[in-house]
């Protein structure tokens, strides 16, 4: 079991919960205790059944994923893109719809389950990728890409904007010419996903060891639309309110 903070919520719900039903049916007398766990625990109940079944904040810790997602940005996260999942557990009740080669995917960290990590997923079981000289290659066909610009955003100097051409839709990466970033070939097992960040030389994605190769059974949702930036460091920015995760 994870101790995040759906599970710290469902714990608190029930020690409420608790309170609630040993004041309601064996105190003649309530506390301000009582009273204020009767006015709670429905509210806490639909803000944990918001989170298990519909949609969850989610905060993008780096910058591997840029230009798509930048580093502070407050993203939203349907939960039950893939699957419906028990609270908690989360054991699958039902299979909703099939995983996208271009989603981008909030899961588990493989190595360290306590950590959600979020990049674009490139890999289908069976499949056979390989990236060489910042060419991504699926199945024995090169994946079509575009120059656009250079990046001009100091957080990351001397980058270009590529557009990439998955099955169905179009989404922006970046390159940097001067680097060269991790490469090779993987054959991607039954029941697992291969993942690649949008930054591609700033990502520690599918091509490593760890995390690797990604299971079903970790993925937490997908991404579907900005909420807000703020790194802390100055006030929240809200210029990408409602802008589609693509």
């Known amino acids: 079991m994870i101790f995040d903070f ?12 608790l309170i609630w039903v040993v004041g309601r049916f064996f105190l003649k007398k309530k506390s ?28 993008i810790p780096s910058g591997s994923m840029m230009p798509t997602l930048e580093k502070g940005d407050f993203i939203i996260v349907r939960k039950y893109a893939y699957d419906l999942r028990l609270p ?10 099939e995983p996208q ?56 100097y001397g980058s270009h904007v590529y557009e ?33 960040g949008d930054n591609r030389d700033n990502s520690k994605d599918s091509r490593y060891e760890c995390p690797g190769f990604v299971s079903r059974d970790l993925f937490v949702g997908r991404a579907t639309r900005i909420w807000f930036n703020w790194d802390f460091s100055s006030f929240p920015e809200w210029k990408r309110i409602g802008d589609k995760i693509e």
């Not at 301000?32 to 969850?56: D, G």
């Not at 051409?165 to 991790?182: A, C, M, Q, V, W």
């Open 6 to 17: 759906q599970t710290i919520l469902f714990f608190i719900i029930l020690f409420l919960s």
């Open 32 to 59: 301000s205790l009582i009273e204020l766990s009767e006015a709670l625990v429905p509210i806490l109940l639909l803000i944990f059944l918001l989170r298990s079944f519909i949609f969850e904040p989610f905060r």
């Open 88 to 97: 908690v557990t989360g054991k699958s009740l039902k299979t909703t719809n």
């Open 101 to 156: 080669r271009g989603d981008v995917v909030v899961f588990l960290f493989p190595c360290d389950p306590s950590i959600k990590y979020i990049k674009r997923l490139v890999g289908l079981p069976g499949d056979e990728i390989s990236y060489n000289n910042k060419e991504l290659t699926i199945n024995g066909t090169k994946v079509k890409s575009k120059y656009q610009s250079v990046f001009k955003d100091p957080k990351q």
């Open 164 to 196: 990439e051409t998955f099955d169905e839709g179009n989404h922006s990466l970046l390159l940097i010419p001067s680097r060269r970033g991790r490469e090779g070939s993987f054959s991607v097992p039954d029941g697992q996903y291969f993942f690649m």
